[in-house]
């Protein structure tokens, strides 16, 4: 295999393609580096498996700890359960890839991407995007590529491309842009909350940094004499196509404008015209009959009854302007809103219907100990803020067996975290770890934006207090030669025959979260910015009706989520408060029935259902860590007694003593004689030795003093 190397610079940032190098079997490979991040990416075909009616493409990305000269955790010590970050960059690859392969493609492909090394400046996932383009261009698998993605951050008032993790954390916006040479293809996108305009301008600015990367793509592959492969579908049965047309056409466009069935009873509606219309007088004819064997066919009988219905569909829209449900073409659907649906028990709890579409979204507040520890090769260690979403199937209906969450439930349970993370409260204001749950109870288009309602009605119920509310709509597109429609709030069937799927959340003051998929080789940035403009409007409709139901944060917590008290101690200090092999910590935790939470940075939180549980914990901690100062004066007790002196807590968890000697202002003989377990005393703090010993004495305490310490012992 000839190696070759190429590379291009954006702003001193270089990326090098280095090909045949390494994995010579695979049908093609690519090693695509930056800094010191180098993401190794390879592509492979097999013939396809009979019956199978889809594209069967299968795209793994792979991490290895080693990358980051790091042993994983756990007993097997080796990597096991890709982390949610690894679900989400394979879902990143997949996305851009899976338009420019043919739709009639039944082959089995296999992406694999797999980070060999990472600087933790440089991440991975958008090389890996480029270098699965490289690798299926030189595998020859039939491509309208190439493709290529970039990511785009905003530090101050400028763009830069492919920004480190500091970059995006330090900007205000976290963008990656996919294109093919026909145009934008695939949008990810974080935002804190910008403005449409800039949005755009982001998009744009990125996608011209992609077509270098494209021209650097078609220079390698010249080089090692490598030619796109663009190869002819296959042929359908004219005969078949005609019969169907003829029979089925006006059928079919009675039922799609007919706007009063809703999604279950037009699926059935077409569903009898395909038995009783088309298969009927089909099986009827005899059985070597070429309409009859080309129908027997499922595969193809069906792609082609698809076909017809897609073109109908498409066409109503694009002539008439009109939708299967008689919406005009920027035309939201009905909404309903509800919070508190659940009992107090759930922390808080939001319902959103828009048409049939329904979520639940509900909210858990916990204690920082129940953040998500994070074992990946991001800088990232944990996350206080999890969106999850659940996608059972009576939800469109049907019946399978219930798994753990797939990569669909993954990826919109992170667009839905992304969006909601811009208006949450900083965590020195609300402590809380925060957990969203998103139920999808029906689903006919855009459950992802439903969950985002839900999240922002439900967190406002929970009285989280989020900076402001967010809304979001999915877009779609129609596409029919130089024809374009772009709808607005699409639902299913438009989802399943349009061309885009494209997904916009944020405030009415600018955009939080974006995610396009498209079905067709690419967009103009003119029709982009079109579908970004025309969601605004869609979006604070949709937030007006939010509002309409709960207007701000409810004031107070649910009574049974738990009260959180912080202080800050001296970091030096950690230890006494947790105590040898955590004695010290477990015994507050025993003591006052409290969970006590300490940060490297000396934070302290201590949660408890009960608030009067959580202050006794900081009032021992307080006492524990507060520094004496000599002369001090306080209202101790005494709790232990010895023959030269009494032992006094002076604060909660810290004792000192009093020597025999200072007890009175004449000789005591016995302590006992003085005072006795239990007793409160009035003491002042003499000393404090080389050891951290206290040494207390009742000598020498001004009547104000003594005054002053009882009163502060009863507060």
């Known amino acids: ?183 934008v293809i695939m949008v990810e996108a974080g935002a804190n909350q910008l403005p449409e305009l800039d949005i755009i301008e982001a998009i744009e600015f990125g996608y011209e940094a992609v077509q270098d990367l494209i021209a650097a793509q078609e220079n390698l592959l010249k080089e090692l004499g490598i030619e796109i492969i663009q190869a002819e579908p296959p042929e359908t049965p004219s005969e078949l196509e005609d019969f169907i047309r003829d029979r089925a056409t006006k059928s079919i466009k009675k039922v799609l404008s ?68 008689g919406r005009k073409l920027d035309e939201v659907r009905p909404v309903s809103c509800q919070v508190g649906l659940l009992p107090s028990r759930v922390h808080g709890s939001g319902l959103f219907n828009r048409g049939l579409t329904q979520v639940l979204s509900t909210v858990t507040l916990g204690t920082p100990g129940d953040a998500q520890m994070l074992d990946d090769l991001n800088p990232e260690e944990e996350k206080r803020y999890l969106h999850h979403y659940n996608f059972p199937p009576f939800s469109v209906g049907e019946t399978k067996p219930m798994r753990s969450p797939g990569r669909r439930e993954i990826g919109h349970g992170a667009l839905a975290e992304r969006a909601i993370m811009p208006i949450l409260p900083p965590q020195n204001v609300f402590p809380y770890v925060i957990r969203v749950v998103s139920e999808v109870l029906s689903s006919n288009g855009s459950t992802s934006m439903g969950s985002v309602c839900g999240s922002t009605l439900a967190l406002m119920d929970a009285g989280v207090p989020i900076t402001k509310p967010v809304s979001g709509a999915a877009m779609g597109l129609i596409k029919e030669g130089d024809q374009v429609r772009i709808l607005t709030d699409i639902q299913g069937i438009e989802d399943f025959l349009g061309d885009m799927d494209f997904k916009v959340a944020g405030t009415d003051s600018g955009i939080t979260a974006l995610q396009m998929d498209m079905k067709i080789t690419g967009l103009p940035m003119e029709t982009v ?23 701000k944060p409810r004031p107070d917590l649910s009574a049974f989520a738990p009260r959180l008290l912080t202080m800050k101690i001296d970091p030096d200090l950690i230890g006494l408060v947790i105590g040898p092999g955590g004695k010290t910590i477990k015994g507050i935790t025993e003591q006052t029935g409290a969970k006590v939470d300490i940060d490297d940075d000396g934070t302290i939180t201590v949660s408890a259902v009960e608030g009067e549980k959580a202050k006794k914990a900081i009032t021992l901690i307080q006492g524990m860590t507060r520094r004496l100062e000599e002369g001090d004066v306080y209202a101790g007790r005494v709790t232990r007694i010895i023959p030269i002196g009494a032992f006094v807590e002076v604060l909660p968890g810290k004792e000192g003593m009093i020597h025999i000697s200072q007890l009175a202002d004449y000789r005591v003989g016995k ?45």
Do not use: C
């Not at 951050?153 to 970059?167: A, H, K, M, Q």
């Not at 403009?533 to 939010?546: N, V």
């Open 258 to 325: 007919q706007f009063d069935l809703d999604k279950h009873g037009r699926d059935q509606a077409l569903d009898e015209i395909k038995e009783n219309e088309i298969l009927a007088p089909i099986t009827e004819r005899p059985e070597d009959d070429p309409l009859r064997v080309a129908a027997a066919d499922n595969q193809v009988f069906s792609r082609v009854f698809k076909s017809l219905i897609k073109k109908l569909m498409r066409s109503q829209i694009v002539e008439d302007g009109v939708r299967v449900d």
């Open 1 to 183: 295999m000839v190696e070759l190397d190429k590379s291009i610079s954006f702003d001193g940032r270089d990326i090098r393609l280095r090909a045949g190098l390494l994995a010579p079997q695979a049908g093609g490979s690519v090693l695509i580096e930056s800094g010191d991040t180098a993401v190794l990416v390879t592509a492979t075909r097999s013939a396809g498996r009979e019956g199978i009616d889809f594209l069967p493409l299968l795209v793994d990305y792979e991490e290895r700890l080693y990358a980051a000269g790091r042993i994983p955790g756990g007993f097997l010590r080796r990597e096991g359960r890709p982390p949610e970050k690894v679900t989400l960059t394979s879902r990143l690859i997949d996305r851009p890839l899976r338009p420019l392969f043919p739709s009639w493609l039944r082959d089995d492909i296999q992406i694999v991407a797999t980070t060999l090394s990472m600087d933790e400046q440089v991440p991975p996932d958008v090389l890996a995007v480029t270098g699965a383009s490289v690798a299926v261009l030189q595998a020859q698998i039939p491509f309208y590529g190439p493709m290529a993605a970039v990511r785009v951050g905003l530090v101050g008032d400028d763009f830069i491309i492919n920004p480190t993790y500091r970059e995006i954390d330090n900007g205000d916006l976290d963008l990656v842009v996919a294109g093919s040479p026909q145009g």
């Open 529 to 551: 910015a079109k579908a970004i403009e025309q969601a605004k409007p869609a979006r604070l409709h949709i937030l007006e009706k939010m509002l309409a139901t709960i207007d």
């Open 671 to 715: 302590v006992e004689d003085e005072v006795a377990v239990g007793d409160e005393v009035i003491v002042k703090v003499r000393e404090i030795d080389n050891k951290g010993r206290i040494n207390l004495t009742r000598l020498g305490i001004h009547p104000d003093e003594a005054a002053a310490a009882r009163a502060a012992a009863t507060t």
